[in-house]
T-cell receptor
Framework: NAGVTQTPKFQVLKTGQSMTLQCAQDMNHNSMYWYRQDPGMGLRLIYY???????DKGEVPNGYNVSRLNKREFSLRLESAAPSQTSVYFC?????????????FGPGTRLTVL | AQSVTQPDIHITVSEGASLELRCNYSYGATPYLFWYVQSPGQGLQLLLK??????LVQGIKGFEAEFKRSQSSFNLRKPSVHWSDAAEYFC????????????FGKGTRLHILP
C-alpha cells in the first residue's frame, strides 16, 4: 500500500502560470482533503470531497479549484498562481467524512510562486 | 467559533527527559480533540484522539494526553523522550456540526538535545 501519494514533490511557478497538483490514495477511502501549510499558521483546509462526485469549500478556497476525478484521485488546480500561494500543500484521505475518522496525509508538495 | 491555541512555538528538551506540550481550545460544547505529529519532510500522522469517556487517552509512540474540561486543555505528554521524537506537533479540534471539519493549531516544534 502506497497510502496517499502526491505529485510533484516540488514546483516553482511564475506569477500567472497555472498548474495542477495531483493526489491519489489506494486505501479505498471515500473522503479526500486539500490543505495548505504556512509557517506559523498550521494547516488550513482549502477544499474537501466527502465522497466521489462531491466537493465543498474549506477555509481558504479562493484562487483554487478541485476535481474529484474518481474515488482514488483528487486534484487541486491553481489557474493563475500568485506569490501568496507559495506554501506546502497536503492531500489527505479518510474512510468517511466526519471527524470520527482518522485522516491519512500525503508527503506534501512544496510550491514556490515567484 | 471553535479554535485551538498552542502557546509554545518551540520547545527544547534533553533526551530522556519528560515532555508536556500545551494545547488550549475554545468551544462551547464537548470538543473532539486530536494530536498529530509531523516529522521533517513528511505528512501528518495521528498520535491520539479524544471523543468521550476516559479523559486520559493513550496514543502511539508512548504518548498520552489528558482532557481537562475545567481548563479547556488537552496537553500531550511523554515520560521520556527519544531523539526520534524531534518533530512538529499539532493539536486540533473538531465539532459535530454540519461542517464536520478539523481546525488545527499552529504547531509546536520539539527539539531534542543529546
Amino acid at each position: 500500500n502506497a497510502g496517499v501519494t502526491q505529485t510533484p514533490k516540488f514546483q516553482v511557478l511564475k506569477t500567472g502560470q497555472s498548474m495542477t497538483l495531483q493526489c491519489a490514495q489506494d486505501m479505498n477511502h471515500n473522503s479526500m482533503y486539500w490543505y495548505r501549510q504556512d509557517p506559523g499558521m498550521g494547516l488550513r483546509l482549502i477544499y474537501y470531497s466527502a465522497s466521489e462526485g462531491t466537493t465543498d469549500k474549506g477555509e481558504v478556497p479562493n484562487g483554487y479549484n478541485v476535481s474529484r476525478l474518481n474515488k482514488r484521485e483528487f486534484s487541486l488546480r491553481l489557474e493563475s498562481a500568485a506569490p501568496s500561494q507559495t506554501s506546502v500543500y497536503f492531500c489527505a484521505s479518510s474512510p468517511m467524512s466526519g471527524i470520527y475518522n482518522e485522516q491519512f496525509f500525503g508527503p506534501g508538495t512544496r510550491l514556490t510562486v515567484l | 467559533a471553535q479554535s485551538v491555541t498552542q502557546p509554545d512555538i518551540h520547545i527544547t528538551v534533553s533526551e530522556g527527559a519528560s515532555l508536556e506540550l500545551r494545547c488550549n481550545y475554545s468551544y462551547g460544547a464537548t470538543p473532539y480533540l486530536f494530536w498529530y505529529v509531523q516529522s521533517p519532510g513528511q505528512g501528518l500522522q495521528l498520535l491520539l484522539k479524544y471523543f468521550s469517556g476516559d479523559t486520559l487517552v493513550q496514543g502511539i509512540k508512548g504518548f498520552e494526553a489528558e482532557f481537562k474540561r475545567s481548563q479547556s486543555s488537552f496537553n500531550l505528554r511523554k515520560p521520556s523522550v527519544h531523539w526520534s521524537d524531534a518533530a512538529e506537533y499539532f493539536c486540533a479540534v473538531a465539532s459535530m456540526n454540519r461542517d464536520d471539519k478539523i481546525i488545527f493549531g499552529k504547531g509546536t516544534r520539539l527539539h531534542i538535545l543529546p
